[in-house]
Nanobody, 126 residues
């Protein structure tokens, strides 16, 4: 069974850093795509960054230059290093996993992901 669970959210001041973690399981037997998303109440979910089983990484514009996605050697933990945080980064952050596929162009739309975590909240104060 494929599952993911996020941790590492919290409150920081503008300009600060946080590292989110996502414990993932049940995905490494096939090609996969692990991704980070965020959502603010009343707004659409936004794809941030993704990494696939080949180690290729993908970033949406909102994450480029400030956020870094990575996975540990076991490929069971996904990270999102967030630097230079801004108040507009305040959101609930989610990780998700897609199996039997790489991170194609549809990943940022959140399509075909098998499992989603419950989210971890990030609050950035000015």
């Amino acid at each position: 069974q494929v599952s993911v669970m996020e941790s590492g959210g919290g409150s920081v001041q503008s300009g600060g850093s946080l590292r989110l973690s996502c414990a993932a399981s049940g995905h490494t037997y096939s090609n996969y795509c692990l991704a980070w998303f965020r959502q603010v109440p009343g707004r659409e979910r936004e794809g941030l960054a993704a990494v696939d089983s080949d180690g290729d990484t993908f970033y949406e514009d909102s994450a480029k230059g400030r956020f870094t996605i990575s996975q540990d050697e076991s490929k069971n933990t996904l990270f999102l290093q967030m630097d230079g945080l801004k108040p507009e980064d305040t959101a609930m952050y989610y990780c998700a996993v897609r199996i039997h596929d790489y991170c194609t162009t549809t990943w940022s739309q959140g399509l075909y992901f098998r499992a989603w975590g419950r989210g971890t909240r990030v609050t950035v104060s000015s």
